[in-house]
């Protein structure tokens, strides 16, 4: 008897805690946020991240009842950004609006990574899927990448061309090795940095986001070549992928709402419901779909099993692109 009576107050005792645990749970979700949210871009002001973070912050506001604070933190391919979202408090409070693509990217890239991404951060959710585009100033004569092809042939180690993200740096990379060219690499910190050179003619083409691209082409600045993604994008209908092209590759790069790692589940969870919500808008849609992006839903667990298998397919990439390592 003694036994049973000890066995049924330890059931008890279990139940009470578990039941004390998921209500704990629902109350920390249930107070979050409790101040102001900060939302981190990892580039400067007036780039294809910087919009998508500002549009997201104004949009998740009154979902979360705080006021959203966005800051950026340029540099180091983005680690800088990583590096401090890694470090923040992990109460939800401050949210890294960024191109996990790039996060991965970034990693491989860099020789001393300061966090270890796959450990330090975690995702809350996805936003969109979006390609690096190839473009060229509107006013050259090449219309395909086969016409840019031959003009850099000729033009051998003279022709040059910009980058300034990990994704444009490999599809440039692969893109060079691929068709055999000799190229010179020019690095900016940040996509609008390279508009003047291309204008100019020191470029002969750049690779950048698609939410830069397209903005820059509405303003007739540049003529977009081709997509870095595996597959044609709905919202990129009529720009070739660089498969197409015959420079095999599948680059496709997605936004997320990353937090630090020790982020506690109802949190993160609570979180990724607003992000669903927002992303599966139809304003949202049509946002996206203007800045050549589609919309991308996943909950948190889908979002953190892609993140961590496209770490393992970075340290791929920058190898087939002999990529030499930085910093």
Same mark, same amino acid.
Request: overall charge positive; glycine content about 8%; some cysteine.
């Given at each position: 008897? =003694?036994?049973?009576? /000890?066995?049924?107050?330890?059931?008890?005792?279990?139940?009470?805690?578990?039941?004390?645990?998921?209500?704990?749970?629902? &109350?920390?979700?249930?107070?979050?946020?409790?101040?102001?949210?900060?939302?981190?871009?990892?580039?400067?002001?007036?780039?294809?991240?910087?919009?998508?973070?500002?549009?997201?912050?104004?949009?998740?506001? %009154?979902?979360?009842?705080?006021?959203?604070?966005?800051?950026?933190? %340029?540099?180091?391919?983005?680690?800088?950004?990583?590096?401090?979202?890694?470090?923040?408090?992990? @109460?939800?409070?401050?949210?890294?609006? *960024?191109?996990? /693509?790039?996060?991965?990217?970034? $990693?491989?890239?860099?020789?001393?990574?300061?966090?270890?991404?796959?450990?330090?951060?975690?995702?809350?959710?996805?936003?969109?899927?979006?390609?690096? !585009?190839?473009?060229?100033?509107?006013?050259?004569?090449?219309?395909?990448?086969?016409?840019?092809?031959?003009?850099?042939?000729?033009?051998?180690? +003279?022709?040059?061309?910009?980058?300034? $993200?990990?994704?444009?740096?490999?599809?440039?990379?692969?893109?060079?090795?691929?068709?055999?060219?000799?190229?010179?690499?020019?690095?900016?910190?940040?996509?609008? #940095? !390279?508009?003047?050179?291309?204008?100019?003619?020191?470029?002969?083409?750049?690779? &950048?986001? /698609?939410?830069?691209?397209?903005?820059?082409?509405? &303003?007739?600045?540049?003529?977009?070549?081709?997509?870095?993604?595996?597959?044609?994008?709905?919202?990129?209908?009529?720009?070739?992928? !660089?498969? *197409?092209?015959?420079?095999? !590759? @599948?680059?496709?790069?997605?936004? =997320?709402?990353?937090?630090?790692? &020790?982020?506690? #589940?109802?949190?993160?969870? *609570?979180?990724? +419901?607003?992000?669903?919500?927002?992303?599966?808008?139809?304003?949202?849609?049509?946002?996206?779909?203007?800045?050549?992006?589609?919309?991308?839903?996943?909950?948190? =667990?889908?979002?953190?099993?892609?993140?961590?298998?496209?770490?393992? $397919?970075?340290?791929?990439?920058?190898?087939?692109?002999?990529?030499? *390592?930085?910093?």
């Amino acid at each position: 008897m =003694a036994t049973t009576v /000890s066995r049924r107050a330890v059931t008890r005792g279990g139940l009470a805690a578990a039941a004390a645990t998921a209500l704990g749970k629902r &109350a920390l979700a249930q107070q979050y946020p409790s101040q102001d949210v900060h939302f981190i871009c990892a580039f400067p002001a007036g780039g294809g991240a910087d919009l998508i973070t500002r549009y997201m912050a104004e949009k998740m506001r %009154p979902l979360m009842g705080r006021t959203i604070i966005v800051e950026n933190k %340029p540099g180091a391919l983005g680690n800088i950004a990583t590096e401090y979202i890694a470090r923040s408090k992990p @109460d939800g409070h401050t949210v890294l609006i *960024q191109g996990a /693509s790039a996060v991965a990217a970034a $990693n491989a890239i860099l020789r001393h990574p300061t966090v270890d991404v796959s450990k330090a951060i975690r995702l809350a959710g996805t936003i969109n899927r979006q390609a690096t !585009m190839l473009s060229v100033h509107a006013a050259k004569p090449w219309k395909t990448l086969a016409d840019l092809t031959a003009a850099l042939k000729e033009k051998k180690d +003279k022709a040059t061309y910009g980058t300034s $993200n990990p994704v444009g740096k490999v599809m440039s990379a692969i893109y060079r090795k691929t068709m055999g060219l000799e190229l010179v690499e020019v690095l900016y910190k940040a996509a609008p #940095d !390279m508009v003047n050179d291309l204008v100019s003619g020191s470029l002969d083409f750049v690779t &950048a986001d /698609s939410v830069f691209t397209v903005g820059q082409e509405r &303003a007739g600045v540049v003529r977009p070549l081709a997509l870095s993604s595996g597959e044609p994008l709905k919202a990129s209908a009529g720009v070739p992928t !660089m498969t *197409q092209c015959g420079v095999p !590759m @599948d680059l496709t790069s997605y936004f =997320a709402a990353i937090v630090p790692a &020790a982020t506690p #589940d109802p949190i993160v969870e *609570q979180l990724g +419901k607003w992000v669903a919500e927002v992303v599966g808008s139809e304003e949202t849609r049509k946002f996206l779909g203007d800045t050549a992006s589609d919309p991308w839903v996943t909950t948190p =667990a889908e979002a953190q099993a892609y993140y961590l298998k496209d770490i393992e $397919n970075w340290k791929n990439y920058v190898k087939i692109a002999n990529i030499e *390592q930085q910093g």
